[in-house]
């Protein structure tokens, strides 16, 4: 079976002190599965685009082995727009615009052949949605989720009956704080496991990311980027990264979870060197195996005499 | 020969969301060279403190093999006294009060047998004073410097100087991003290092500490701590354990810098688990040994399949 990916589709303008673009392809789904590619097919995508959605972006992404037959073009939809625009020190950002459009209407329906998909990566979006599609599988072995604040605040209830359900959840370290209520990251961790997930990774941006399961804390480095030239898409590519690389190996231990989470880390890393989907659309099998090793170099060191 | 660590030493009256101490034991030149004393002896303080210093104090510094020939002890003397208070989220403190005393007037005079000491450490002082301190050296050979905004702002042109004068420069993130005039901190790094240093660290709070050399960029985790009851000295403490354990070891390949990097950010973690200098005073060896161990467990990972 395929990994099952859920999330949106969108066209992002975003500008940066270095460039802008303009209805470029984005989406938690897009990023998603655009980075899991390199790991392992076929990926398949549920979500929704209008049918102004341009067609060389469903061809970009079947070009990279990405289904699409859970995609539903709503005719004379449009298709959810975000602009957001970066400051120079690129951690800041303001959201221009969020038009949710054909998003605003839409009910995840999983395709009968994928109700039996064994990885499911539930993107960014509303819980009521993540959880409606959890309630169409058919015993899902491994379920990875993302949120944010926004659904930390305003459905917070629906969000807690997701995390009962997933395996583990992937947030950033403001989010970790929000939703545990406890400005220290380690016990902040604690009670997050405990309202669900066995697994929490918490992204860190320029920081790197934490790894909490019931046995161990692994901390990833951040990989040393001179120049970050669109942040837009990093946290879904590291989402991505980290379960495309589970579901290839199939290997759920911690040990290969730790090399999940540098595998996401390279991904996310990849995304933010060219704008948009570029950085991820151009990456050879061999670079994403050479960062690997640039993360292995960057963190390892001997014991001690 | 033995360590030679120039700084402040004071009392320090320090408040956090936990507990409050009154005039407790502080100061730069205090936290290295207590955290130093667990990898190598002697260490040679030099400073100043009023007599109005506290016997016990010196008592304890000594007890550690800590040498005060180098303390200038001002007679009718007042020692610089400092006070902060740590808000809930200890990465914020307010400080409540500088009073230099003493220091305003402090001129470090190297005992003639300490002007041949090796292993250097400038604690965090006015740049113009650990220039006077170097001017006096006879050929050191390593030399490691801490500063801080109020100096690379006030100070630029004297700090400069030092900083081609030193081997190894000791900031936060903060620091190298003022001092660079950089926000992106590979960027900075390089821009530093080629002000005169030849190794940069940049330590990032809970985030771990970065260290930059000619060849390698090393990432080190910071502890996960659950608690951290006082703050004060963490960055003091890291400088200690690194130059402690390269003093001990003579060893100043890259490999072993990495270790020393661990070993100050383990010293660090021993230090903020108590208030004021108490988390450094009762650390046993054998724990100073699992701490770094704990540091391997928490970044080690196998090459992927």
């Known amino acids: 079976m395929g990994l099952l990916v859920v999330g949106s589709l969108g066209l992002d303008t975003v500008s940066t002190?270095?460039?802008?673009?303009?209805?470029?392809?984005?989406?938690?789904?897009?990023?998603?599965?655009?980075?899991?590619?390199?790991?392992?097919?076929?990926?398949?995508?549920?979500?929704?685009?209008?049918?102004?959605?341009?067609?060389?972006?469903?061809?970009?992404?079947?070009?990279?082995?990405?289904?699409?037959?859970?995609?539903?073009?709503?005719p004379n939809g449009k298709t959810f727009r975000w602009s957001g625009k970066y400051?120079?020190?690129?951690?800041?950002?303001?959201?221009?615009?969020?038009?949710l459009n054909v998003f605003e209407t839409f009910n995840p329906v999983i395709p009968d052949k994928l109700r039996k998909s064994r990885f499911v990566c539930?993107?960014?979006?509303?819980?009521?949605?993540?959880?409606?599609?959890?309630?169409?599988?058919?015993h899902p072995h491994f379920v990875v989720c993302d949120t944010m604040?926004?659904?930390?605040?305003?459905?917070?209830?629906?969000?807690?009956?997701?995390?009962?359900?997933v395996n583990v959840l992937i947030i950033n370290d403001s989010e970790a704080r929000l939703l545990a209520k406890e400005?220290?990251?380690?016990?902040?961790?604690?009670?997050?496991?405990?309202?669900?997930?066995?697994?929490?990774?918490i992204k860190k941006g320029e920081h790197g990311a934490l790894l909490f399961t019931e046995d161990i804390i692994f901390s990833a480095p951040a990989y040393p980027m001179e120049m970050i030239y669109d942040p837009t898409g990093a946290g879904d590519s590291f989402a991505g990264g980290f379960i495309g690389y589970l579901h290839k190996t199939q290997d759920l231990s911690p040990e290969n979870m730790k090399c999940a989470v540098v595998y996401g880390s390279a991904m996310a890393s990849f995304c933010v060197e060219k704008f948009s989907t570029k950085g991820l659309e151009e990456v050879e099998h061999l670079r994403v195996h050479d960062r690997f090793r640039e993360f292995l170099n960057l963190s390892r060191f001997n014991e001690a005499e």
Request: hydrophobic share 40%; aromatic share 8%.
């Open 183 to 201: 400005p220290n990251l380690v016990k902040s961790a604690k009670i997050i496991r405990e309202m669900g997930p066995e697994i929490l990774i």
């Open 87 to 99: 400051h120079y020190d690129l951690n800041v950002r303001d959201t221009l615009l969020t038009e």
């Open 149 to 165: 604040n926004y659904w930390i605040e305003g459905k917070k209830e629906e969000l807690l009956s997701l995390l009962k359900r």
């Open 17 to 74: 002190p270095f460039d802008k673009v303009e209805n470029a392809l984005g989406g938690s789904a897009v990023y998603i599965s655009l980075a899991a590619s390199y790991f392992s097919g076929p990926t398949h995508i549920v979500g929704v685009v209008g049918d102004d959605f341009p067609k060389k972006y469903l061809d970009l992404l079947e070009s990279r082995n990405i289904d699409l037959e859970g995609l539903q073009i709503v």
């Open 122 to 138: 539930l993107g960014n979006i509303d819980p009521t949605l993540q959880l409606r599609v959890l309630d169409q599988m058919e």
